[in-house]
């Protein structure tokens, strides 16, 4: 019998010997090292020496005793078999043949490191740990920073006890496993002394998109972000760029209050939490050369993993960096929820009802539960927890699992998209919304709650019980239509999800929603930053965390929101709308009031291509061009075209391609199209002119309409004339969509019309229009409409 196997003797084909943690270690180690994926060398205790123990020390018997006539479901049951059991392991010694096999090992490793005692990570491995379709993350003991050997022995008595957790015995008898046919194998490896650490996902993890990896990353020892005990950094990848460009998608800061770094006082105590200062909390916990190296690896991992499985296998991965700023891999499985989903269903859930928000957070899936709250602060107390009721709590650990599956859904004051209740709530398939902040201060035990998190990147928990329905869609079922539908999107949050839609791209992504809820700032306050107001420069560094260079920001955060959109959709095409606000819109950003004329009519007044070679402006429109080129050229999304707004002449237009052209952005260089918008009667009776300049045109039926008719669309009292339909606005969209033709330039439209009366959808395509983009709610509609 092997009591002891090294990592270079392992393979993903030894999971009955060493559980599928470890299997997966050797697997990278042997593997990955000739592709630089650094793992810390270690060895596996294997199964058969958990076998030995049991029968040496006489557990068998007594274990079986306390199984028999279990009830999983009575907490009460449930925590007093589960107590005896671990005190029945803990009592028992490790037989000394195994003792001295383990010892042997640790001292070869420790000599390997140049140490007489080298610090290790004790973790559980079971041989029944990581199916398919659940992981139920950390169902078994972890211990860091374990040095000695009394203390090793030790810690690898409780990993063997801790089989028998309680969330470890109702996961089996879940799956339905038989205890005494599930072993423990246990994992001892070289430790990681953290600087940062964290968890990378190479898939989606909220709506399966396939083409992004997700990194969160804290400083110290990585079980904080693990546990859900810190709101982490957070940051996106895109797969399909990364080996020839920096694609990092976007990157959001987090709070990161705390670290846990070595104790140095006990081995009874190997770990601690300590503050973290608000300096290092207001910058990120890894550079981006750190964020592209791990992003590769993940590629790496995913890439060795589907091979060997001959499917497509995203992967769960731990990461770490010591203190020589030196990243490892010290865990890595194939994810459990989001591979498993079937991409031909699109299921959607619509919120029917507005509601009073009670606290908000990070959204984990799409779902929408409702329930009464129960405030829980103390594991102790769940035997008081009932079926169905809403969870709100400061974080969970795996002590929480028995009632999680029992949540209507689950709501946490920390945590983000990798922490345990985030793992654990997608697995179960509830809605649970994490790092809230104080939801278990402004939510009341006992309250009806709504849980929503269907609205994109942010959770919110709604006072009462609103109404909700959900929709199934099989997208194999579509009609195949010969006209482009594409999609209009503002959200960037919501373009992954959006993404399964069966469209051809984005006809119109809108800038206004990433300046007014990411950036929030004019951009000529950050350029003007040492001018301001004391009250604007306080809002701005507020916002600007981390920014010495304050116009950096802008052009971050605006390249982060395209590049979210543009990814989704890659490589359809993604036509980004240049800003559009009207003057009172910018004037509401932060400090824009200085820098904005009051206009009687902003709708037909200083706005769109006016404003981008203005010398009051022209400055700030450098700033969002400077965006786009770092989105197409840095990150290597090349599928970005640019739109004019609100362009009143062929002159007008010739201006502002000067303008792009002074920042790199030059029509027909690296096949950039650039788009005019057809809103203005002017558009279409000069088409043949604004075609020598431009790529193609997409028709804004909404200000065609109004400038058509002379209608203002914002005032009720003339609401009445208001109708894209109208025989005028018809006759100008037939006679643009000709010239185009003629003139062999892409005309598409996207407007509102189409996805608001199903009869002027079939008007387009009868006139040969392109493309139609939509509005996402109204996608599947028009599809049935247009089968015809």
Not at 221 to 236: A, H, I, R, T
Not at 325 to 330: A, E, G, K, N, P
Not at 667 to 675: D, F, H, N, P
Not at 737 to 759: L, M, Q, V
């Amino acid at each position: 019998m092997a009591f002891i196997l090294w990592f270079k003797e392992l393979s993903n084909a030894d999971v009955d010997k060493v559980g599928g943690k470890n299997a997966s270690l050797g697997e990278m180690y042997r593997e990955l090292k000739k592709k630089k994926v650094r793992v810390p060398n270690g060895f596996a205790i294997t199964a058969e020496a958990y076998k030995h123990y049991l029968q040496e020390a006489g557990i068998e018997e007594p274990l079986k005793k306390q199984l028999k006539g279990l009830k999983r479901h009575t907490i009460r049951d449930l925590e007093k078999r589960g107590r005896a059991i671990r005190d029945l392991f803990l009592s028992k010694e490790l037989p000394q043949d195994l003792q001295d096999a383990i010892l042997k090992a640790y001292h070869t490793l420790s000599k390997t490191y140049g140490d007489k005692n080298t610090d290790v990570a004790v973790r559980s491995s079971a041989t029944a740990e990581d199916l398919p379709t659940a992981s139920f993350a950390g169902q078994q003991e972890t211990f860091l920073n374990i040095s000695g050997e009394t203390a090793l022995l030790d810690a690898c008595k409780r990993c063997f006890a801790s089989l028998f957790t309680n969330r470890a015995i109702v996961y089996r008898e879940e799956n339905k496993f038989d205890h005494l046919k599930v072993y423990l194998s246990i994992g001892v490896q070289k430790m990681v002394r953290s600087k940062s650490s964290g968890v990378m996902f190479t898939i989606d993890t909220e709506t399966g998109f396939r083409n992004a990896i997700l990194i969160n990353s804290a400083y110290g020892l990585g079980e904080n972000v693990v546990q859900g005990k810190v709101n982490p950094d957070q940051f996106y990848v895109f797969k399909p760029t990364l080996d020839t460009h920096q694609p990092i998608l976007s990157k959001t800061l987090g709070e990161k209050s705390i670290r846990m770094i070595y104790s140095g006082e006990s081995t009874k105590i190997p770990v601690k939490n300590v503050d973290v200062s608000t300096e290092d909390q207001e910058r990120f916990s890894i550079t981006d050369k750190e964020i592209l190296t791990l992003a590769r690896w993940g590629n790496i991992i995913e890439d060795h993993y589907s091979k060997k499985k001959g499917k497509f296998t995203p992967m769960d991965i731990e990461w770490a960096k010591d203190d020589n700023d030196t990243l490892f891999i010290v865990q890595a499985r194939p994810e459990t929820v989001q591979s498993q989903r079937d991409p031909n269903v699109l299921e959607t859930y619509k919120l029917e009802e507005k509601g009073t928000t009670l606290a908000q957070g990070q959204s984990i899936g799409n779902k929408i539960g409702v329930g009464k709250a129960h405030v829980i602060m103390d594991v102790k107390h769940i035997n008081k927890f009932k079926k169905g009721e809403v969870l709100i709590t400061e974080m969970t650990d795996p002590d929480w699992v028995p009632i999680m599956r029992q949540a209507g859904a689950i709501v946490t004051n920390r945590g983000g998209r990798t922490c345990h209740a985030a793992i654990v709530s997608r697995e179960l398939g509830i809605p649970c919304i994490v790092g809230t902040k104080n939801a278990t201060e402004t939510v009341k035990t006992g309250q009806d709650v709504t849980v929503v998190c269907s609205q994109g990147d942010v959770g919110r928990v709604y006072k009462g019980k609103l109404k909700f329905h959900v929709k199934k869609t099989n997208l194999k079922k579509l009609p195949k239509l010969k006209t482009k539908i594409m999609m209009n999107l503002g959200d960037p949050t919501q373009a992954f999800d959006y993404s399964f839609l069966p469209v051809k791209g984005v006809g119109l992504a809108r800038e206004e929603f990433i300046i007014s809820s990411s950036i929030q700032i004019h951009p000529r306050a950050l350029q003007e930053y040492p001018k301001v107001p004391a009250d604007v420069k306080e809002k701005i560094d507020e916002l600007t965390k981390g920014y010495e260079d304050k116009q950096q920001y802008f052009i971050d955060k605006l390249a982060e929101g395209i590049a979210m959109i543009a990814a989704a959709f890659h490589p359809e095409d993604v036509i980004v709308r240049l800003s559009d606000f009207k003057t009172n819109e910018y004037a509401d950003l932060i400090g824009g009031k200085k820098y904005e004329p009051e206009e009687h009519n902003p709708m037909i007044g200083w706005r769109g291509a006016s404003r981008y070679y203005h010398k009051d402006y022209r400055d700030a429109f450098g700033l969002e061009c400077k965006a786009l080129l770092k989105v197409r050229e840095e990150m290597g999304l090349e599928n970005v075209k640019i739109m004019i707004p609100f362009c009143r002449t062929p002159e007008e237009g010739k201006k502002v391609l000067k303008e792009m052209r002074k920042h790199g952005l030059h029509r027909g260089k690296k096949g950039l199209e650039i788009y005019v918008m057809c809103e203005v009667p002017s558009n279409v009776l000069l088409a043949d002119e604004f075609s020598k300049i431009f790529d193609g045109f997409s028709i804004g039926s909404n200000d065609l309409t109004q400038l058509t008719l002379a209608v203002d669309r914002d005032s009720e009292l003339v609401a009445n004339l208001y109708d894209e339909r109208n025989d005028a606005v018809k006759q100008l969209i037939s006679k643009v969509i000709k010239k185009a033709k003629k003139n062999k330039r892409k005309i598409g439209i996207c407007g509102d019309a189409p996805s608001t009366y199903p009869e002027f959808a079939q008007f387009l395509v009868k006139e040969g229009i392109d493309s139609m983009s939509l509005s996402p709610d109204a996608v599947l509609a028009t599809f049935k409409h247009l089968r015809k």
